[in-house]
């Protein structure tokens, strides 16, 4: 039999200082700071933001700390992910280790990551791996499958062929 520590439980946690979940689910995690550890959450708001091995899909604070954790969307100010996955991040500094859907940051440094758009002023990296990249600077690594100029014309080709597919619709349909 269980012990009732590592059965899962959904419910609200909310204090003003420190919220904490180990080893279960939880709607939402508010306070100062939160820790979550082996834990689930579909929203977590706090100052500073600890994961380890868990999984969110919102999460808001100015620090957010994630490791081996999954990630939907994340907005902070920093955030460190580190062999982890995110859905889409918004910060100001974001240093990532991991995998990342869209990264849009002021500052971003990745090291042996993967994404599909990284946009950001400065970006920094070793061994940086994405579809697209848009900065000012960028520094280190990266492989691209597209640069910016070749993304606006993939773009351009696809808006034509889709109005060209449209149009062939509306004549076929007249018929």
């Known amino acids: 039999m269980a012990s009732k520590s590592d059965q899962k439980e959904t419910r609200k946690v909310e204090t003003p200082l420190d919220a904490r979940a180990r080893r279960r689910a939880v709607g939402a995690l508010q306070g100062e700071t939160a820790e979550l550890r082996q834990s689930a959450a579909r929203e977590v708001t706090a100052d ?62 990745v090291k042996n990551g993967s994404a599909a758009l990284i946009a950001g002023r400065e970006i920094r990296g070793e061994r940086i791996q994405a579809l697209l990249v848009i900065g000012n600077r960028i520094e280190g690594d990266v492989r691209v499958v597209f640069d910016q100029r070749q993304a606006v014309v993939v773009a351009l080709l696809g808006g034509l062929l889709a109005g060209l597919i449209l149009s062939m619709r509306r004549v076929l349909r007249r018929d």
């Not at 500073?48 to 969110?56: F, G, M, Y």
């Not at 999954?70 to 859905?87: M, P, T």
């Open 48 to 109: 500073r933001v600890d994961l380890t091995q868990s999984a969110a899909l919102r999460v808001r604070g100015s620090l957010v700390e994630a490791q081996q954790s999954a990630l939907g969307l994340v907005q902070s100010n920093e955030v460190f992910l580190r062999e982890g996955a995110a859905a889409i991040v918004r910060a100001d500094t974001a240093d990532l280790d991991g995998y990342a859907g869209i990264v849009a940051a002021n500052t971003v440094q």
